[in-house]
């Protein structure tokens, strides 16, 4: 079994900066995708970020240029950097993490519990 704990999510002002921490712990053979979504009041979850073992970034439109993803494969660990964020950004954002626990096993989809970003003046 697999767990996956988020960290940094908590109240900012519009233009300021969060950085998210998401480690994964268990019995880790391998991660591949490593991503983040999120989920604002009302709407649908939506994928924010995604990060691949071979390297490979993606970023919605509504973040590309604010936010970054990044991996430390080591720490078992993928990072979200928010900056100028905006009200807009207000969700509760959550890890996502591709995991096998063994060479010939099939990956299977592990998700943290959230952490809550919040913008507003």
């Known amino acids: 079994q697999v767990q996956l704990v988020e960290s940094g999510g908590g109240l900012v002002q519009p233009g300021e900066s969060l950085r998210l921490s998401c480690v994964a712990s268990?019995?880790?053979?391998?991660?591949?995708?490593m991503d983040w979504y999120r989920q604002a009041p009302g709407k649908e979850r939506e994928l924010v970020a995604t990060?691949?073992?071979?390297?490979?970034?993606n970023y919605a439109d509504s973040v590309k240029g604010r936010f970054t993803i990044s991996r430390d494969n080591a720490k078992n660990t993928v990072y979200l950097q928010m900056n100028s964020l905006k009200p807009e950004d207000t969700a509760v954002y959550y890890c996502?993490?591709?995991?096998?626990?063994?060479?010939?096993?099939?990956?299977?989809?592990?998700w943290g519990k959230g952490t809550l970003v919040t913008v507003s003046a």
């Open positions: 268990g019995r880790i053979y391998r991660i591949y995708a």
């Open positions: 996502h993490q591709y995991i096998t626990s063994g060479a010939l096993l099939r990956g299977v989809d592990y």
């Open positions: 990060s691949t073992n071979s390297g490979s970034t």
